[in-house]
């Protein structure tokens, strides 16, 4: 297992800076996941990680070794693709055993590592098969088996889930977890889901433009958001934003609820919501409008579960609140959170 660190790091494609001054760390054993929008630097920053590019400038450090000028072999990380990468004329056990062949290792210890690997991730009845004929899901299994096997010091996953339905992507973000804990891997996740990060992550780096906006915990992330970019990108549907006076109010939907939700000595910002449109989603309410007061016209959204049920309708002028410990302030120019709302 193993400490991974980017120091500086910056990658030009083109005049642009796919990377651009990078520090992380990701602990032994964490699971660290690479969170942003198609663009923002997060695969090109895994594929350096990898020794897969070579970086502008910058250092990447293993337990506090430079390895920049190594090539990947040499450095001991497995990479599992979104495409999987599955070998399609070799079956799964030769897919499998695959890198540890091109090791060098001895046949009787390939084929006790493969059987290890292929009753880890349950596919040892699909040893026999070639790739066209398993499932998305399995195919999956397959290529974590074959970064598994090579007992690599960390695992570095480019979106592979998403290739999987929504159903199979729950249940293997679970299997995905739990394999990753059983290992105890150092593992750094590329994903563009909000949801598999929050879900995965020990923690989450969100990246814009080759930049870091944020790291920390799925719940600082999420309750402390760094700015406007990593405010508005965590979250659905996203947080509701109130600009005056140079400074933006931000709510999350889930705490803009009726004013009768919440008790009468709370503190609270009143608002009153002109309702347009209503969700009914079962678990909750999506309640879409615009705001008659104290901000006219400003389109905001509330998210109401199924234990407030208080009646609301579409045309309805609605008496609104947030608590004022759930508002956030943020600077206009900057998008800085400024800290809570006095």
Known sequence: MASIEVRSLTKHFDGTNAVDNVDLGARDAEFLVLLGPS????????????????PTRGD???DGRVVTALPPRLRNMAMVFQSYALYPHLNVFENIAFPLRARGIARGQ?????????QLFGIAHLLKRKPRQLSGGERQRVALARAVVRE????????PLSNLDAKLRTSARDELQRFQRRLA????????DQI?????????????HGKIHQLGTPQQVYEQPADLFVATFIGSP??????????????????FLPRGAYAA?????PFVLRVTRIENLGSDRLVYGALEAPLPQVSVVSRIPCTVTIPIAAGDACPFAVRERDLHRFDLKSGANLGAVS
Do not use: C, Q
Request: hydrophobic content about 45%; cysteine-free; aromatic content about 4%.
């Open 265 to 269: 000595d709370d503190a609270v910002r």
């Open 110 to 118: 390939v084929n006790g590592k493969v059987d290890w690997a292929a």
């Open 238 to 255: 996203p947080m509701n934003l109130l600009e005056a006076d140079g400074v933006v109010t931000g709510f999350r939907p889930e705490h």
């Open 60 to 62: 990447i450090l293993v």
């Open 152 to 159: 690599p010091i960390a695992f570095l996953l480019d979106e």
């Open 196 to 208: 598999e990060a929050l879900g995965l992550g020990d923690r989450i780096a969100i990246l814009d």
């Open 185 to 192: 891997t150092t593992t750094i996740y590329v994903t563009h």
């Open 39 to 54: 663009g923002s630097g997060k695969t090109t920053l895994l594929r350096l990680i990898a020794g897969l590019e070579t």
